[in-house]
């Protein structure tokens, strides 16, 4: 998070305010954490301009959220990224997108004739929540941190300094 120099949530923390505040409030989180009483804050939305018009909605979570949500991630990515395609390529460790272009090169020089680049446009805004949680629970058995990752999902966001609830998508 540091390196990616990230904003501060909606609780105005910053990366730089971020050790303070776990030495002052892991003991309190880390037991709600694990007796499943841990409820994520909402999200800051923010629109980005998109280069070629339109705008992008970007969810930025509490700096203590992210850190959650890492961590959540480094277990699961561990346990289950060898569930995944080697075709696929977006947002997994030690991929990038110019190995999916040396991939489709390899294809083209096996004599294959079309590659397919996909990019599903607003696929993180209309994710239904329950088919998701469906999909998880294959892999993940812990109620607690299922409820965890259902408390990210739900956790809403901030638009113009008001609370709205995320029925679906990925906030």
């Known amino acids: 998070m540091k390196a990616n120099k990230g904003a501060a949530g909606m609780?105005?923390?910053?990366?730089?305010?971020?050790?303070?505040?776990?030495?002052?409030?892991?003991?309190?989180?880390?037991?709600?954490?694990?007796?499943?009483s841990y409820h994520?804050?909402?999200?800051l939305r923010v629109e980005i301009p998109k280069p070629g018009g339109g705008i992008r909605l970007l969810g930025?979570?509490?700096?203590?959220?992210?850190?959650?949500?890492q961590?959540?991630?480094?277990?699961?990515?561990?346990?289950?990224?060898?569930n995944f395609?080697?075709?696929?390529?977006?947002?997994?460790?030690?991929?990038?997108?110019?190995?999916?272009?040396l991939k489709s090169r390899d294809y083209v020089n096996d004599g294959y004739r079309w590659v397919v680049d996909?990019?599903?446009?607003k696929f993180f805004d209309q994710v239904n929540h329950e088919l998701?949680?469906?999909?998880?629970?294959?892999?993940?058995?812990?109620?607690?941190?299922?409820?965890?990752i259902r408390g990210y999902l739900?956790?809403?966001?901030?638009?113009?300094?008001?609370v709205q609830s995320t029925a679906r998508g990925t906030p």
Do not use: C, Y
């Not at 930025?60 to 949500?69: A, F, G, L, N």
């Open 132 to 148: 998701l949680m469906e999909e998880v629970k294959k892999f993940v058995s812990d109620p607690i941190l299922l409820k965890s």
């Open 154 to 162: 739900k956790a809403g966001v901030v638009v113009n300094g008001e």
């Open 85 to 101: 395609s080697d075709s696929s390529f977006g947002f997994r460790p030690g991929r990038s997108a110019r190995q999916a272009i």
């Open 118 to 121: 996909l990019d599903l446009e």
């Open 40 to 43: 994520p804050e909402p999200v």
């Open 11 to 36: 609780d105005g923390m910053t990366i730089e305010e971020l050790p303070a505040a776990i030495k002052s409030h892991w003991p309190e989180i880390s037991r709600r954490l694990l007796d499943g």
């Open 60 to 69: 930025i979570p509490t700096v203590m959220d992210r850190v959650i949500q």
């Open 71 to 82: 961590a959540i991630l480094q277990i699961l990515q561990g346990d289950h990224d060898e």
